[in-house]
């Protein structure tokens, strides 16, 4: 098929690769001319692994091309992506600013009968004000899909090409079919393409990030409550994850979810629940929880050091949301960088990737380390934030002879209490028992 994506940020790049790596001619379009230009030299502006190699081979093959003309990309396409940022408003609403503008633009320059797919994370109602914007000032028949995308970040370009599954949201059978034959070669070991209508596959995107956001944030709060009765979070995971109902997935305890993706849809959630009188209740909950929980280290930080942190050298192991990217957005990091700075600390950071990102943030207001050891020289505590490989089998009796005082407050629970113990260390842990 002929292909159109229409933004090329995180999804757009990443599912473009893939529609071309399955024989597509694909069309990526992006008004930034600077990320186009760097695109065409295989200059790739996000960390994703393998992506880089997937995109070069498609751009040599002539498979994969980049433009910022829409109008071209309209005209030589049958199907159209729009994969444009959602960003969230002051009222928790999605931001469907890109979305609709770009729709009047493609309107405009359809040339023949279209298929435009919503591939941004949308609030349910908006392929249907697509629709209307299509009927309204565009000459030829679109039909317009709901497909949300289910990318996680650091194994999103598998994710696209060996999916869990795909969604297709269409009230017409010859357009199903149409989305079905393009991602045929990314389901044939089985995994299920489900059709549905419009607003259900608009709503299934905010359900799942939803769900996965409250099982993290019920571990989280669970964490809390174990350090209370003198429990271990790490033996009730085990022990509700081998239950086939609830699953091993996202049980593990920590300072709170952060990204793109879950902040962002929980509270589009949330809105769209009030504005249709029917508050999701545990939604409110969820969010209240997961701010209070990237707070949760400072508060042990504290009081450990009798609540005088100012002038203390704090040394910080992982900036990133999660490992196997470089994306900050809400990443608890950035609170307990900022909380820090404000409490006079001298704050020490390293991170494999993301450390140019908190850069253009911080400045020269937080020391950055090309290594983790260095980031250890001198300080009184480390904390670590992002759960990276590199970090779990550190050398605890290296690190305890250049650190000024041996007390590690472990954000992600890689460590076993009692190993860091032996160790000569203090150890700080989420919903851990020490014995």
Known sequence: ????????????????????????????????????????????????????????????????????????????????????????????????????????????????????????????????????????????????????????????LQDSLRPDRIIIGTSDEKTADAMRELYEPFVRTGNPVIVMDEKSAELTKYAANSFLATKITFMNDLANLCEKVGADIEWIRKGIGSDPRIGKNFLFAGIGYGGSCFPKDVKALIKTSANNAHPLRILHAVDRINEDQKKVLLVKLKKHFAGKLKGKTVAIWGIAFKPQTDDIREAPAMVILSSLLKEGVTVKAHDPVAMPHAKKVYGARVQFCKTAYAALNNADALIVVTEWNEFRKPDMLYMKSIMKSPVIFDGRNIYDPEEVRNAGFVYYGIGRKIK
Not at 9 to 22: H, R, S
Not at 59 to 65: A, F, I, Q, S, T
């Open 1 to 156: 098929m002929r292909i159109s994506i229409i933004g090329t940020g995180y999804v757009g790049i990443v599912q473009g690769a893939c529609f071309a790596d399955t024989g597509n001619t694909v069309i990526c379009m992006d008004i930034d001319k600077k990320k186009i230009k760097n695109f065409k030299k295989g200059i790739i502006p996000i960390y994703e692994p393998g992506l880089e190699e997937v995109v070069k081979r498609n751009v040599k093959d002539g498979r994969l091309v980049f433009s910022t003309n829409l109008k071209f990309a309209v005209e030589k396409s049958q199907v159209i992506f729009l994969c444009l940022p959602t960003p969230q408003s002051e009222d928790g609403s999605a931001d469907l600013t890109h979305v609709m503008k770009v729709s009047k633009g493609i309107a405009g320059y359809l040339n023949e009968a279209k298929i435009v797919v919503s591939k941004s994370t949308v609030p349910v109602g908006t392929v249907e004000k697509m629709r209307k914007i299509f009927e309204n000032n565009g000459k030829y028949d679109v039909q317009v899909v709901s497909n949300p995308e289910f990318l996680k970040e650091g194994s999103a």
